[in-house]
Structures are given as structure tokens and as C-alpha cells.
DNA sequence: CTGTTAGCGCCTTCAC
DNA sequence: GTGAAGGCGCTAACAG
């Protein structure tokens, strides 16, 4: 077509075409490289005539400015890193979806990282932040490590914005979007003594989560509101996973005295935990009443369908994206967002009876 | 501590630390940029000595490249796009940890890009890959937009390699990784078949899916190894959603003539299905089987448990991953790789009566 | 084996 | 309102 920039004819053969640059929109449009970046970033600063000339150019040719090079520049990346214990766990899923579908709206890019329980792979916070590859992280975990403790051999990294999304960080001075753990807890606690429990046993999640430490405060907060006395024995110890649901119902299932309610504080857990009980010949809810925690997809086609606290999860992550992009953009944003949960019942709870 | 280069003493009050530079590291191990730069890529062409400087100043400062900078300067990104049609969908989230951790490990970021069904979100591949702001990508999601179809407004791309992970895309000259859905789905019909039954219900993924056309023949195969007429009524439409396969039970329920089996495309179609057919007053399996395909964690604890086909889905991410990077770093690859499945049985499957 | 040099493409002063 | 020019940090090319 034209011969400007490209010298070489060897375009044919070179497998790599190169991307238009800004250069060439600015040939094309009759102006400086300065008036097309300036047309894109601040449109009111340029007059309407060259405006119009590199809309034109940049339409025509199809222009996408390079992020490697605006990165460069700018010292901005356009990506959000998002830190998680567990992908393969459903509950995150529509979360990610929440917070994907924000952030792209807004031009940024979401990497993930999935912890997949293992320390060691904190390393991939670490790089990623160090390296300056995100501009901001959303942690879903709990932690607040890479904190890059400015020691020997710590790259002295410039801290970037992180909010912390449904596991609050205790003492970490970052935004915190989350749902009211003991408050939810302690109203299913008290929904299962309103149906005449007095023996609620309860499965937790890991000892060391903050999640957790809030739904057992709630538990004893719904015991103490509904009169009844706790009992550690009733505790059952948990970790969120299906795995750990059915492990639950086996010691449920080979004890003398058993609960007529169990509260699991994930619905994995409960729909593991159904399942043992179910395969020992116990009935749900007859024999014993199960409630959950989360709403994911699969409570509501359990059999029994699962009585559960809902999490307004597409909701959480939209907010954690937004508060982080307005972080990021300068703008003010509220240090702590709570969102509404919801008592579902359903068929696995019923009345002790 | 030392002064060099951090000219200015401003740094208590300025927010933005300056991250140590290669020029930084370079001087401190008193050698050029390019050896600093030569010691990290190709340590083989550096002196012995001046490689140990090199770790040495690298490891006092906690240096680490600039990735905008090296991306600007190298063509690359060392990031990887995953475009899947539905980050929900919980068959994914162990593929995506097989991705991930392939990725990592070979020093590449991904990028999560959820389609949710909406076609218009195409546009996030379409922008991250002209925007150069990945080397490669994974389809999950069976299409092959964003080609780019070199014309007005069209950016004359660089065509970055692809990966086809799961759903074959046909007509692209593209490495597949899969299993083989064809001769699974006709290995779950014969053993329907193999128990006695001779109704078998089909529950159907999207008519335009590649997995649903595979699966599909794989049926017919399987009815015709057996012996069995193919019977258009058998086949209810579905989506592979939890949602459909509750729709699909109710028709069922519904029915004069039910069938004995069904053969659902999807763990999570299998799923709604049996709530349905429970709900109604049907036993699984003593009244109606039930199959699933994929083998999701809610399988092994389903009420009852679900026959289905095992996918290795952690293992086809890594097949995916490692054949995009092997493609990103010029090595030869397979064009084709399927993984083997295996039949699952439990307990919503048992011989007609 | 090592250093020097020249950009990668963009944005942003600084002049006009 | 606009253009010229410098430099973000790195690596590839070229000398030595």
C-alpha cells in the first residue's frame, strides 16, 4: 500500500507483522506522535479537526497502543492479580466472575493465582508484585504475605494496593469487602433451635481461619441467644472440602449420642456429610437435620436440597473489583463494605422431632 | 545504607520507591547491563567470576527485570490468555489449576477471560491479543474468533499461537488436547446396554458444542454395538447446566413411556436430573439409572452416587499448558494429544428391572 | 567473554 | 493547541 516506516519489503516472509505504532497513526493523520496520544488520554485538550484526523487514522489502521510500552512509561499495568486458596473450590467461581467482568469493564486484566494450599506458592504474590506486573490484588485468602519485610535481599518494593475480599485480615490497614460471618452463623444456629434443637453439633472450618474463628463465635452467640449450653464435644473439626464433610459423618455416624442438627459451616461439607450419613442408613432430615453455608450451586439439587446461608458472591466480587479500581484510581473509597446474606430453607432441615 | 544511584534522599517522603534497576545491580557488581542481563538469561556465555558478582549484587538488592521493559524491549509477554466459556461451570476449575501451575512453573502468567455465554465478551480475546498482551492462548470454549479477518479497522495481528483444550475446534490448524469423547460416551452407553436396558434416554449438551456432536455419535455407537434402535424420542435437549438437566427430569417425569436409563452429557445435568426424578417419587436406581460424564467432586457424593466417565482434568491442563509453552519457545510439538478416560462406577446405575 | 550502543513504543515535560 | 525530544528499563547487535 503505502511505504512509510516499513523500509524493508521482506513483509511477505517475516512471520512477524508489526503492530501499528503510534508513529504511523500520526503520519497517517498529519499530526505528532504527542497530539495522538494526547487525542486518546485527554480528548479536550486537542482541537476537534486533529481529534477527528486520528480517530479516523486510528480507525483505519486499526491502532491498539502497546502495553508493554505504556507499562514501561506510565509505571502502570492494567492488571489486577487475584490471590486464592483454591480454584478448583465452586465457591470462588462466581466470584472470579464478579470481579472479572468488573475490572474488564474498566480496562484492566485479571491474573489469577491459586495458592492451592500450599505456602511455597506464595512466591507467586511475591513475583508478581515485586516484578511490578500488577497494578493492584484482590486477597481471598486471608493473608497478607509478600508484606516484603525491607530486610537483605527483599526487594524494596513499592507497596501496591491490595483489598482483602470475604476473609477479612486482621490488622492489615486495607479495605475489606465481606459478609457479617458471626451474624450469619448465629442466625442459623438459632433457626435450628427454633425448630426445637438442643443438640446442634457443629462442623468447622480450619482453626486458623478468620472465617471460621467468626462463624464459631456466631454459633455460640445463637446457642447463648437460644438458651442452650455449649458443648465442645458437639465441635466437629472441618476444612471447608467435601473430603472433610464425610470424615465429619463418619464420627458422627459411630457416636452414642448423637446431635439432631448439624450446622457446616461450607455446603461442601454438609453435602459430604449428608452423604455418609445417608449411606449409614440415617435419614436427613428425620433422623438428622444438616444446614450449610455458602448457597453454591449444588445445594439446591442435593438431596436433601440444603437449608444454607446465601452469599451474594457475583455481588462481593463486583464490590472488591470496584473499591480496588477506585483505590487505584485515587479515588476515595469505603474501608469496609458488608454485603447482605440470606437464610435459605430448604428440605435438610426439618423440626427435631 | 549505600548511596548509589538513589541520587536523591527524598525517599521518606515520596510514596514511590524506585525498584532496583539493572544499571543498579550492574554497577554494584561492577560489570556492564548486558553481562547483568546475560548472567540471568544465558548464564553459559558468563565468566564464572563475574556471574557470581552478578548473583551476589542480585541477591543483596533484591533485583527483579523490569517486566514491562523486558516486554517492550523482547516481544514477549510471558503471559498466557485462558478464554473459557464459563468460569462457573466447576468442570473447569481443575483444568485451570492443571494451566496454572504448568504456566508457573515455566515462568508465564495467565490471564483468566470468562465468555459467560455472551458472545459479545469475544472481545476481551480480541483485545488482549491485539494489544499484544499475551504470547499464546488456550481455548476452552471451542471457537476461533478474533481471527482477525484483515481488513478496514481490522489490526493486522501478529497470529499468536493457540491451543485448543478440550473442544477440538475444527478447521484450525491447532493443537487438541482431549479424550477421546466419542468412544467414551459409546463405552457408557454399552454398559447401560450391558445391564438389561433397552430405553435409553439421551440428555444432550448444545446442538452447536463439538463435545455434544462427539458424545452424540458416541451414543449411537454404543446403541448400535449393543444391538439397540436409535429412538429420536430418547434425546432431550440440554446444556450442561445444573438447570437443564432439572428441566430434562421433569419431561421425563412427565412421560408415558420412560425410559429405564439416562445418559446424561454432563455431572451436573446427571445431578438436576436425579433431584428431579427423586422429587417426583422415582428411585434412582431402582426405577430410572442415571449416568453422568466428566466426574466432577459432586459425583463421588451425590445421593446416590453417579456413574459417569472420568475426565483427567487436572492432567489436560498440564498436556495444554506444556504444548503452548513447547509452541511459545519454538519446539516441535503433537498436533494431537487425547488422554484416557475411564468409566466410574457407583451407584445411580443398576440393571433394569 | 565483555562492554558500548541503539532502540522497543509510548507519554510527558518543555518550548513555542 | 501543538511539536520536538528525552527517557522509562531492558536486551539484541555489534565490536572488541
Do not use: W
Not at 502495553?67 to 467461581?93: C, E, G, I, W, Y
Not at 453439633?201 to 472465617?211: E, F, K, M, R, T
Request: negative net charge; aromatic residues 6%; contains cysteine.
Amino acid at each position: 500500500m503505502d511505504d512509510l516506516g516499513q523500509s524493508d519489503s521482506a513483509e511477505r516472509e517475516d512471520p512477524r507483522i508489526r503492530a501499528t505504532r503510534i508513529q504511523d497513526v500520526a503520519k497517517l493523520a498529519d499530526v505528532s506522535t504527542a497530539t495522538v496520544s494526547r487525542a486518546l488520554a485527554t480528548p479536550e485538550r486537542v482541537s476537534p479537526e486533529a481529534r477527528a484526523r486520528v480517530l479516523e487514522a486510528i480507525a483505519k489502521t486499526g491502532y491498539v497502543p502497546n502495553p508493554a510500552a505504556r507499562s514501561l512509561r506510565s509505571q502502570k499495568t492494567f492488571m489486577v492479580l487475584v490471590v486464592l486458596p483454591d480454584l478448583s473450590n465452586t465457591f470462588f467461581s462466581k466470584i472470579l466472575r464478579g470481579i472479572e467482568e468488573t475490572l474488564f469493564d474498566a480496562g484492566y486484566g485479571m491474573i489469577i493465582s491459586d495458592l492451592d494450599g500450599s505456602p511455597a506458592k506464595e512466591a507467586h504474590f511475591a513475583a508478581f508484585t515485586a516484578a511490578g506486573r500488577v497494578d493492584g490484588a484482590i486477597l481471598l485468602n486471608g493473608h497478607l504475605f509478600g508484606q516484603s519485610r525491607e530486610g537483605e535481599g527483599q526487594p524494596a518494593r513499592i507497596a501496591i494496593p491490595l483489598v482483602a475480599l470475604c476473609e477479612a485480615i486482621p490488622g492489615a490497614d486495607i479495605p475489606q469487602i465481606e459478609i457479617d460471618n458471626r451474624a450469619a452463623a448465629s442466625r442459623m444456629t438459632q433457626h435450628l433451635a427454633s425448630l426445637g434443637h438442643r443438640r446442634i453439633a457443629y462442623v468447622s472450618g480450619p482453626a486458623s481461619n478468620i472465617l471460621e474463628r467468626e462463624r464459631f463465635l456466631g454459633f455460640k452467640d445463637g446457642l447463648e441467644a437460644a438458651g442452650l449450653p455449649f458443648d465442645p464435644a458437639f465441635v466437629i473439626p472441618g476444612d471447608y472440602t467435601i473430603e472433610s464433610g464425610v470424615a465429619a459423618g463418619q464420627g458422627l455416624v459411630a457416636r452414642k449420642t448423637r446431635p439432631t442438627a448439624v450446622f457446616c459451616t461450607s455446603d461442601e461439607m454438609a453435602i459430604g456429610l449428608m452423604r455418609t450419613l445417608l449411606s449409614a442408613g440415617l435419614r436427613v432430615p428425620e433422623d438428622i437435620s444438616v444446614a450449610g453455608f455458602d448457597d453454591i450451586e449444588f445445594a439446591a439439587v442435593a438431596e436433601p436440597s440444603l437449608t444454607t446461608i446465601h452469599q451474594p458472591r457475583r455481588e462481593l466480587g463486583q464490590a472488591a473489583a470496584t473499591v480496588l479500581i477506585d483505590l487505584l484510581q485515587g479515588r476515595p473509597t469505603r474501608k469496609q463494605i458488608r454485603l447482605e446474606t440470606e437464610l435459605v430453607i430448604r428440605d435438610s432441615v426439618a423440626p427435631a422431632g
